[in-house]
């Protein structure tokens, strides 16, 4: 301080002095942004990166994302950043707004019937195997798997036609499937009781996205069954193969002599203009020919 002191011609003790004018700061600063170009974070500011964060946030639900998000804009366009709660309950306002239009474009698709079914999804099943703590049949589609077996395999057509007989609509183009995904995921973290308390449209459209993506996890699990299926049979057909050429392997290097022994016999007498029956015959037995023929 006192190098840049002695450049100036002044005496450091003049900083200490520095911003008791109530302006000198506000003027400095102002200087300073007109000098590199930046602006102040004012209300038309605002509306900008609310609508920049708007279009993020009805792709994505996760705050830390439009924080971020909020954060590079603001560099990028030369704003210098309020304090960071003031960023915070920005993006809580629009995590808000996004919540509110993705909840109306999911639920504007039900009919009443649709939403009645999606109600009693959260009352008591009529399933033989509901869960005593949870009879719901929500928790019946939510039974997690088991080894695969029949008795498996046959619930998981079963769910899969209950959920398909409610004849829900897919989530409209215009809700992103990153968006519906973690609704889904949102879904999956509340039992049917807490389900039962929130505001109808916010609970249609929890539901709405769980069973889409339900439905798409019950067939992926049907498919990988069969697979297993698939290669449990492959792998028993060859190891019963395997077990008949080792049980089998003398008949088998028998029936093959037999066989090479007349056809060579065979080619002979075509060759040599010979009779074809005396020749195979005078090497190989009558009854021993026909025997291996017939097991062949």
């Known amino acids: 301080m006192a190098y840049v002191a002695e450049q100036l011609g002044v005496s450091p003790d003049v900083l200490n002095r520095y911003g008791q004018r109530p302006n000198t700061r506000s003027d400095h600063l102002t200087r300073l942004r007109e000098a590199f170009g930046y602006r ?12 920049h964060l708007l ?28 304090g960071i709660t003031t960023i915070e309950r920005l993006v809580w306002r629009v995590q808000r707004m996004a919540r509110y239009r993705v909840y109306h474009r999911l639920t504007d698709l039900l009919s009443e019937d649709q939403k009645r079914s999606l109600g009693q999804l959260l009352t008591s099943g009529d399933t033989e195997d509901d ?31 209950f959920v398909q007989e409610l004849d829900l609509p897919a989530p409209p183009k215009t809700v992103h499937p990153n968006y519906v995904r973690q ?12 389900l039962l308390t929130f505001p ?9 996205a769980y069973l889409h993506e339900l439905e798409s996890d019950l067939v992926d699990a049907a498919l990988d069954m069969f697979d297993r299926w698939f290669i449990y049979l492959l792998r028993q057909g060859r190891n019963a193969q395997k077990h008949h050429l080792y049980t089998h392997v003398t008949t088998l290097k028998r029936t093959l002599n037999t066989m090479t022994t007349a056809l060579t016999a065979f080619l002979k007498a ?5 009779d074809s029956f005396e020749t195979v015959f005078a090497v190989v037995d009558e009854t021993d020919l026909k025997v291996t023929l017939t097991s062949a």
């Not at 102040?40 to 609508?51: E, I, P, Q, V």
């Not at 088991?146 to 769910?159: A, C, G, N």
């Not at 109808?200 to 709405?208: G, I, K, S, T, V």
């Open 183 to 194: 609704l889904a995921h949102h879904c999956r973290a509340y039992t049917a009781q807490p």
């Open 200 to 208: 109808p449209r916010q609970r249609e459209a929890l539901l709405l």
């Open 270 to 274: 075509w060759i040599e203009n010979l």
């Open 40 to 51: 102040t974070y004012d209300w038309s500011a605002m509306l900008d990166l609310t609508r």
């Open 55 to 82: 279009s993020l946030a009805l792709e994505s639900a996760a705050a830390v994302t439009l924080l971020e998000a909020a954060l590079v804009w603001l560099r990028v366009e030369n704003i210098i950043a309020p």
């Open 131 to 161: 869960d005593p703590d949870d009879p719901t049949s929500l928790a019946w589609l939510r039974r997690p798997g088991q080894k695969p077996s029949t008795q498996w395999m046959y619930h998981l057509l079963e769910r899969l036609a």
